[in-house]
């Protein structure tokens, strides 16, 4: 009977005192041994009085257990909930970091899993977001700091067993998807602004050019991580490309037969870029051939004009214009029309060289 009394006053007394336990997840482990312990002794002293231990003690811990840890969520749910709202990262990260260990006695609750489900995704959201709005301004260090954020709290979710896998990827695979984001925007808003410059000035038009070949050659790494993700950022890469190439087309048309060299090596170099920045695909084709019909055109003018004198025609300046326009005739159907008064020229240098010939001779 003392020994009776004796273990109900210590099955009170750890129940009383649930304060010191009932929060920290080691000692409550360890009161639920104990309350295994008391239970088991207990079931046998009122055996051999022909009583009951009712109720038994663990069922009780367990139940206490339970019920803080549900409170200790609500807690730290609405903290970090409050965190994520006032773009406080670190704050929702630490409320997070204080619910995982409670997280044995919660993980099989399927409202409570949906709940933290949810304030990871958005603590996810908002670190990806501020690291792209980080990364576009050059702010290198801020940058790395949210990386680094990222290792830990991979790792932190990770830690919440049971939870299903983040819909994109862990937040170190979403930082390098934002990094490449803020990349492409960087290179659009940059684009957008060479072909709004003045182009009287050649060597700075040629810096244009050279630049643009760049911004494009500097997608070309990162294209396979952003294409089709954003739609409004395709939306706005197709838009790029068709104002960059109407550009080239209208410095094309107002450049002379010297200049138009220079261009149509651009639209070599865009094309062999453009291509691998797919999807979205060119709108109107490749580049090249329609700046080259254009310079086909302009070095056929220039033979046309040269044999148009009647005297002092200039062999090597028609030479020279024959083979530009020969070399830039595409070889697409479109340069059908420019081919044929390339012909019709050389038949035309050909007679005229014959009839040279037949009056030098003539003349002895």
């Known amino acids: ?57 663990l069922p009780q811990v367990e ?56 304030a990871f995704s958005k603590l996810q959201t908002l ?40 819909a994109g990827g862990p937040l170190k695979d979403c930082l390098v998807l934002g990094e490449a984001t803020a990349t492409v925007e960087k290179q659009l808003i940059f684009l957008v602004a060479e072909i709004a410059k003045p182009t009287s000035d050649a060597k700075l038009l040629q810096l244009s050019l050279s630049g643009i070949v760049q911004a494009f050659e500097a997608l070309v790494p990162i294209w396979d991580l952003v294409a089709g993700q ?40 865009y094309d062999e870029r453009r291509t691998k920045l797919s999807p979205p695909e060119p709108a109107s084709g490749k580049l090249q051939p329609r ?7 302009k070095h056929t003018t220039l033979v046309e004009a040269e044999l148009a004198k009647v005297d002092g025609l200039n062999p090597i300046k028609l030479l020279d214009a024959f083979k530009a326009a020969a070399a830039a005739l595409p070889r697409e159907s479109s340069g059908v029309a420019q081919r044929a008064r390339l012909t019709s020229a050389m038949a ?4 005229r060289m014959l009839k040279s010939f037949r009056e030098a001779i003539t003349a002895g």
């Open 127 to 166: 670190a990806c977001q501020d690291f792209i709005v980080h990364s576009k301004a050059g702010e290198a260090t801020r940058a790395g700091q949210i990386r680094e954020f990222a290792t830990k709290f991979d790792a932190l979710r990770m830690g919440f067993e049971g939870l299903p896998p983040a």
């Open 1 to 57: 009977d003392i020994l009776l009394k004796a273990t109900i006053d210590l099955a009170k007394k750890i129940l009383v005192f649930q304060i010191a336990w009932v929060r920290d997840p080691d000692r409550a482990t360890a009161v639920k041994g104990l309350a295994a312990r008391v239970d088991e002794v207990a079931g046998k002293l009122v055996l051999v009085m022909g009583a009951a231990w009712d109720p038994p003690m």
């Open 230 to 269: 954003e739609e409004a950022l395709m939306v706005r890469f197709s838009e790029t490309c068709t104002s960059v190439e109407a550009w080239v087309d209208g410095l094309a048309a107002a450049s002379s037969s010297a200049d138009v060299g220079s261009l149509l090596t651009f639209a070599e170099e």
């Open 63 to 118: 139940r206490l257990v339970r019920e803080a840890a549900r409170r200790c969520c609500t807690e730290a749910l609405a903290g970090a909930e409050q965190g994520i709202a006032n773009k406080q990262c670190g704050k929702a990260f630490e409320l997070l970091v204080a619910l995982q260990p409670q997280w044995p006695e919660l993980k099989d609750d399927s409202s409570i899993v949906l709940q933290v489900v949810g």
């Open 291 to 297: 700046i080259a019909l254009q310079a086909a055109d």
């Open 348 to 351: 035309k240098t050909t007679e």
